[in-house]
Nanobody, 115 residues
Framework: QVQLVESGGGLVHPGGSLRLSCAASVSVFKIRTMHWYRQAPGNQRELVATIGSGSGSMTNYADSVKGRFTISRDNNKNMVYLQMNSLKPEDTAVYYC???????WGQGTLVTVSS
């Protein structure tokens, strides 16, 4: 059974930073491609960042966050992270991690960017 637990969200001023964490309970975590998604109120869930399996040398980002967000992983801890810098009000959303090819979602963590 797959479980995903996101944490690290909160209220931050524009220009601030947050680091999101996701604990993944899944077999052989290191072979799993991982994603971060987000869903703003009234919007569809959108893909924010992807990190490939193994060392995580392959990463990909939505244009809206490129250069500001960094996805990383720790295979020893079954964790994936999203470092978010230079946050903007339009980054306000519930953020979710997801395992590629698994139809499972955690509860998400709310990020609010507001002055």
């Amino acid at each position: 059974q797959v479980q995903l637990v996101e944490s690290g969200g909160g209220l931050v001023h524009p220009g601030g930073s947050l680091r999101l964490s996701c604990a993944a309970s899944v077999s052989v975590f290191k072979i799993r491609t991982m994603h971060w998604y987000r869903q703003a109120p009234g919007n569809q869930r959108e893909l924010v960042a992807t990190i490939g399996s193994g060392s995580g040398s392959m990463t990909n980002y939505a244009d809206s966050v490129k250069g500001r967000f960094t996805i990383s992983r720790d295979n020893n801890k079954n964790m994936v992270y999203l470092q978010m810098n230079s946050l903007k009000p339009e980054d306000t959303a519930v953020y979710y991690c997801k395992i590629f090819d698994f139809d499972a979602w955690g509860q998400g963590t709310l990020v609010t960017v507001s002055s």
